[in-house]
């Protein structure tokens, strides 16, 4: 490991009930730990279940954030939930529309440090990428999440509340007495946005419990992707404690480039990586992995690469997803030509595996894969060290 490639999960965490003037936040918490709050706070034991069974379905089936409207609980006890619990989400300080549609979300958290989430409108599916952590500790020198310095781990209550704000948004909430819509508007999640995944694994893996229960907001846990950038120990834990689907930032070929690109290379390189995705389909029941491949101008998008690549993951269930390199201010690198990203995925779809190219969305508002930042410019990394990084 080097001095200019931090890799560490040492970020600060906050704890994972908010306190707020000492009531817990009800949202993130998964059915075991808000069962034991309900009975920590008073409720008795016997009865925990069945008001569990009730509040849940308020909070994540009809979006409902205030317990005076829970109309099949006691007046008492709302009063008492009011007392000791809040339900709170995230709050959205801006939204930007995209001409294609796309919606980009400027969301504050605790502390007043700010995500973003993006919502991406398709014909048959709308899909929503949500973030992890504030920055990355990461520093792939291709993404502008790696140029911020500061990070924090969301907390669980915080990445569900993502969900939940889109659909406030999107006017998505079933409506009592209305036939049930079956349409989905967030249709699938992706954990795409800002931050490693796997370094903030618990309150991933808790609030991706609470999008998948079947009594909420019931997304099947194929509609879930989780893409990492190869936190290789964490890679057989996702696949049994969280059970989606798996994309990995792949991007390079040979271990000296992505060593540059992806510089948690030095720590689990290109073959720790591939060993422990050979595992994955078969410990989660999962369909096949999605490797993410940016195409950089120069760097990685050559024939030779595109066959190294096609041989590096022979034997594993995959689809490479090639994305059209995204700019930022201040990027080291260009977008591959339009004619040398289709040959390279000429030669990978012929090789047998689906290729499809990433149509950037968003990016009239800086909403495409790796762009997203939080506003806080003032913690940007200056060109001098992104270069330094990079390796260039
Ligand atoms: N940290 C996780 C998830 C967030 S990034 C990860 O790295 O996998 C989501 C995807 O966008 C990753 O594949 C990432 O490598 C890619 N990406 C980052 N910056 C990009 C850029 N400028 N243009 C295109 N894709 C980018
Ligand atoms: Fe972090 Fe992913 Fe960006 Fe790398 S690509 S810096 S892991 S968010």
């Not at 879930?224 to 989606?244: W, Y």
Request: proline content about 5%; charged content about 25%.
């Amino acid at each position: 490991m080097t001095a200019t490639a931090p890799i560490t999960q040492d970020v600060l965490t906050l704890p994972r009930k908010l306190p707020e003037g000492g009531k817990v936040n009800i949202v993130g918490l998964t059915r075991e730990q808000l069962r034991a709050a309900l009975v920590a706070a008073g409720t008795p034991e016997k009865q925990a279940k069945m008001r569990l069974g009730q509040i849940w379905q308020w909070v994540y089936h009809w979006g409902v954030r205030d317990f005076a409207v829970m109309t099949n609980l006691a007046k008492d006890y709302r009063a008492f939930l009011a007392e000791h619990f809040t339900i709170e989400i995230p709050e959205v300080v801006s939204r930007q529309i995209s001409a294609d549609g796309t919606r980009k979300y400027l969301v504050r958290i605790a502390g007043g440090h700010e995500v973003e989430t993006v919502y991406i409108p398709e014909e048959s599916r709308g899909t929503l990428c949500i973030s992890s952590q504030v920055g990355c500790t990461l520093t792939c020198s291709f993404c502008h999440t790696g140029t911020q310095k500061l990070v924090r781990n969301l907390t669980a209550g915080e990445i569900v509340g993502q969900v939940m704000l889109a659909r406030d948004d999107l006017g998505e909430w079933p409506k009592p007495g209305e036939p049930k819509d079956e349409t989905r508007l967030v249709s699938n999640v992706v954990l795409m946005g800002m931050g490693e995944p796997l370094y903030n694994f618990d309150n991933v893996r808790d609030a991706m419990q609470v999008v998948m229960d079947n009594e909420g907001l019931t997304l099947s846990r194929r509609r879930i992707t989780l893409s990492t950038s190869g936190v290789v120990p964490e890679i057989a834990r996702a696949a049994e404690e969280i059970g989606c689907l798996l994309a990995v930032s792949f991007h390079a070929t040979t271990d000296e480039v992505r060593d540059k690109l992806v510089p948690i290379n030095k720590r689990w390189n290109i073959e720790t990586l591939l060993n422990a995705l050979r595992e994955y389909p078969r410990l989660s029941n999962s369909e096949r992995i999605t490797f993410e491949y940016v195409m950089l101008k120069g760097v990685n998008d050559s024939d030779a690469d595109a066959r190294r690549l096609v041989k590096l993951i022979a034997g594993i269930p995959a689809k490479i997803n090639l994305i059209p390199f995204n700019e930022w201010p201040g990027a080291p690198y260009q977008r591959s030509d339009w004619e040398r990203i289709e040959a390279f995925a000429d030669i990978v779809y012929k090789a047998g595996y689906a290729s499809p190219i990433r149509t950037p969305r968003g990016e009239d508002i800086m909403a495409a894969c790796g762009q997203l930042k939080s506003a806080t410019e003032r913690a940007r990394k200056s060109s001098k060290e992104i270069a330094a990084e990079a390796g260039l």
